[in-house]
């Protein structure tokens, strides 16, 4: 019974997995999370508009990854 527990949960998980731009930046230091995406191609797509949205704010982007992950609790982190 635990076993079968354990393997809808695994299953959950995994079904609920989706694309998502994970963007740092500095000065202002924040995480933001961008998505779900439906693919790493749509990520790929989107990514230098969400950069370039972010720059114009006047955030200094450190770092851009494309992961897939359960959605994040928050979508910024500061």
Not at 38 to 47: G, I
Request: hydrophobic share 35%; with cysteine; aromatic share 14%.
């Amino acid at each position: 019974h635990l076993f079968m527990q354990s393997s809808v949960n695994q299953l959950h998980n995994e079904i609920s997995k989706s694309w998502w731009l994970e963007v740092s930046t500095q000065a202002p230091s924040y995480h933001y999370y961008f998505g779900p995406f439906d693919s790493e191609q749509a990520v790929t797509l989107a990514q230098p508009g969400y950069e370039s949205d972010l720059a114009q704010e006047g955030c200094d982007v450190m770092g851009c990854w494309i992961v897939y992950r359960q959605p994040p609790a928050e979508l910024t982190l500061g």
